[in-house]
């Protein structure tokens, strides 16, 4: 029997070893001849040579996902440690265009080509505007965008609006706090980021405020550097709300407006700010827009087939 020692140097340990060590049980489970003891970031191996050679490259691919995506879960660790070595250090030769992993270790990367070129432009420009129909999933790709930031430390926090309009931002009369108010609007948002966040560490990203999710209005007065900053539902928003969140892009900023102009919720009299701000903008240098379409749609088949009718319905009236 001999005994090996691994580092975990400049990791926090618990990011390896899972909250209540639930990755780390999921390794033990798999070598049940080794004794595997966890002591700060030191980990001990005791046991056969060969065995312990098996463990050792495999605990490194554990390692090299961290590293190339400073994130692992208890799903990726399965998956790395019951798949086959040579396939696992394949899919990471491959995974070239995978944003991040999903809390269920699922990988999250484009699925059409109009998000890879969204992708393309959110690294090449400052401000994307991203806009198509539901399902396309503009605003998702961004939230991955921003996560895979954050988490390359591109930026130092993500900020998450959307425009309450239902409310008309008048959002005092609904019941609860204030957290109570705003969720129904924000719900979506939520969504995406409890898919590529553990629970926890959502949580604690939240009440530090390196992640913010707001309305609109709340933008108001604030210069928004060195941050990830995404705008979703931007068709509803007002001429002059659009141009007060455009002008809160500070220094080392990236801003993402994502909208669909068929689906305005604006009363009848008031134009859309994304409308006009697209006009605008549209041959300023280091400004991009992407149009998705129906093809580009990737929930249930027949949300396209939904899009296409009233699509025709429109253009009937018109």
Known sequence: MIEKS??????DPIEIYGANNVNLNKIKDFFPKLKILARGDELKIQGDTDEISIFIDKFNLVLKHFHKYNSINEKLVERIIFEDTAIVEQMYENADNILVFGNNGKSIKPRNAHQVELIEKMVANDLVFAIGPAGTGKTYIAIAMAIRALRKKAVRKIILSRP???AEEKLGFLPGDLKDKLDPYLQPLYDALRDMIPARKLEEYIKEGIIQIAPLAYMRGRTLSHAFVILDEAQNTTQNQMKMFLTRMGE?????????VTQIDLPQRIKSGLIESLKLLQNVNGIATIMFDQKDIIRHNLVRDIVNAYAKLVNNED
């Not at 691994?6 to 990791?11: D, T």
């Not at 080392?252 to 669909?260: E, H, P, Q, R």
């Open 6 to 11: 691994i580092f975990l140097e400049g990791i």
């Open 164 to 166: 309450a309009v239902e």
């Open 252 to 260: 080392g900023s990236k801003f993402v407006i994502t909208g669909d």
